[in-house]
């Protein structure tokens, strides 16, 4: 399945027309989020609380807690509304490590919240380039810790426990699950990444075919990629560390399930897949899809979408535990064709 000519030639078309330097233009790209953030819908169906979890150094990292619920209504009893969720997925943002924000993705976990049934925790971490590496994922781990420890959410069952992310948060997943088994405070038992950036070259003569691929014509580009990547970074050694390029590390071994998710004209396609290969490869369970048509961001696209639809299907197959199959394909990698 591929593109019709149309549809390459509008996303090509709008790739184009973006600006080029994301380090100039990241922050315009802040106040369109902000501005985007403002026409969302609240559902009555979810409950939106905020909160903060204290990180070390004392910051207050903001945290938004959408609560599916569950509505009664008779003439008899009157309106009754209680909390129904099958567990909490501890949610990390993408945009770049620079941008996106727990305002702009409160759409994509009001979804997420009411189509997977479970109580969805956003984490607000701090960005770059104010806030370089480390500071994003050691936020990311302390909020877990915490979630993991019972600080946060008193009624939370560690076994229970997801983490999820998209693009840099599917990075900042797959790195909190790293940290966790490396630090041994906790160790998450599913984890489910969408198109996650895992290794650390991006340029055209990087070993990954998709970056030549598709890094010039749909939306997210090798350029992209890269200025976030520079904006990201302390110093030129953190792009060997596994905290930033998790493919780097010598040993994926006693890591949680994973449900990998790429996207066909992602540029970050082959680098999450050759994770989950690597992942299975150190004796992890794996489910390695990619979404057939699925360009880098979709996930916040209409849930009327198709693509959308199957995403949220294959993550709930995933998390009740009835593992979608597909004769003819390893368990680990199958493509999914949109309706």
Sequence with gaps: MALSKAARAAVKAITRLR?????ESYQAQRVAEDASAKLTLASPRCRIDDMTATA?????IPLRVFTPLDIDFSFRSG???DEDHRGTILFFHGGGWANGDVNFYTDACMRTALRLERRVVSVDYRRSPE??????????????????????????????????GDSAGGNLAAVVSLMARDRGEFLPRNQMLLYPLTYNDHSESTIFESVRENGDDFLLTRRD????????????ADRESPYFAPLLDLDLGNQPRTLMMTAEYC??????????????????????????????????YPSVLGLVRD???IMKHF??????????RPAWMQLLGTD
């Design 19 to 23: 600006p080029a330097n994301i380090q």
């Design 56 to 60: 070390p150094d004392g910051y207050a």
């Design 79 to 81: 309106l009754h509304v």
């Design 131 to 164: 806030h370089p590496f480390p500071a994003a994922p050691e936020d990311c781990y302390e909020v877990a810790r915490q979630l993991f420890a019972g600080q946060l959410l008193p009624d939370v069952d560690p076994d229970h426990i997801v983490l999820f």
């Design 225 to 236: 990629i890269e200025g976030y990547i520079s904006m990201y970074l302390s110093e030129p």
């Design 267 to 300: 540029p970050l396609r082959d680098e999450g897949e050759a994770y989950a290969a690597r992942l299975e490869a150190d004796g992890n369970q794996v489910e390695c899809f990619r979404v057939l048509d699925g360009v880098h961001g979709y996930f916040l």
């Design 311 to 313: 995403t949220f299907r």
């Design 319 to 328: 998390l009740d535990g009835d593992a979608l199959k597909q004769s003819g």
